[in-house]
């Protein structure tokens, strides 16, 4: 009897023993899911936050475009301006050395708005020369034109000589720089003009007529200084011949480009 219930004890003892190494493998599966739970939240948290950093990153990366192009655009007008007054301070150094026997000269101006005339050197160069006609409109210089030849003469006084100064040793600023003129249209006084630096206004006409050599119309209106009321923006450009007479007179002749018959426009400059 004892052997039989021993015999049996151990059998189940060793089924016992079968039973728990069986579980044993079934404990393990849970935890091992579990890490891998674990580790698909920590890949999702990342990922997540590589999003977001993304995200910041392409918001700062907007904002800082749109700063960096409004910089760009303040520098370019910043330049804008400094080429400008660079251009007219070497105008001035360099304006008598610079000008030769022939220039091109443009005459702009809105219909009912004042005259502007300008002569370069070249198409690109800054002005030698620019007045306005503060008097005169575009639109009766343009009728006066079509009638037949025009004569245009800016006349300034000269300054008073210092005592014990003799007229040959005296210092004149040179004649295209004087301030102000009496302006005449055909021996008819038409007010006065005034000596003007190129602005920006100036700037875009002699720019849009960069490539005419020789030609006459209407600009594009932009609507720039509101002169859109005064009517259309005319130009006429043309070669003019340069004739000095003196330290004290010049004389710009129009130069027809089929070289036949004699100047339709010719300006004089006369310091009297």
């Known amino acids: 009897a004892t052997a039989p219930s021993g015999g049996g004890g151990s059998g189940s003892f060793t089924w016992l023993l079968k039973k728990r190494s069986s579980k044993a493998p079934q404990r393990s599966g849970p935890s091992g899911q579990e890490a891998e739970d674990e580790g698909d939240e920590e890949e999702a948290g990342a990922a997540a936050l590589s999003t977001a950093q993304s995200s910041s990153t392409d918001e700062q990366s907007s904002s800082s475009s749109s700063s960096s192009s409004s910089s760009r655009k303040k520098r370019a007008d910043a330049l804008a ?36 005339v300008a002569l370069q050197t070249d198409p690109r160069s800054a002005p030698v020369l620019l007045v306005e006609m503060a008097a005169y409109s575009t639109g009766a210089l343009v009728r006066e034109m079509s009638s037949g030849l025009v004569r245009l003469a800016l006349e300034c006084e ?15 600023r040179p004649l295209l720089e004087e301030p102000t003129w009496r ?55 043309a070669k ?11 004389a710009f002749y129009m130069m027809n480009p089929d070289g036949s018959g004699g100047p339709e426009l010719s300006i004089y400059l006369l310091r009297v």
């Open 81 to 116: 301006r400094l080429r400008s007054v660079f251009l007219a301070a070497i105008t001035h150094r360099r304006r008598r050395r610079q000008l030769g026997s022939c220039v091109t000269g443009t005459i702009f101006g809105r219909r009912r708005g004042r005259v502007h």
């Open 240 to 250: 003019f011949e340069r004739v000095v007479g003196s330290r004290d007179s010049e």
């Open 158 to 172: 000269k300054p008073p000589l210092n005592a014990g100064t003799s007229a040959a040793r005296e210092k004149r």
């Open 183 to 237: 302006a005449y249209c055909n021996g008819l006084k038409c007010g006065y003009a005034v000596h003007r630096e190129c602005g920006a206004d100036e700037w875009r006409v002699l720019g849009a007529v960069e490539q005419v050599s020789v030609g006459a119309g209407v600009l594009p209106d932009d609507g720039a200084a509101g002169g859109a009321g005064e009517g259309d923006l005319m130009y006429m450009r």
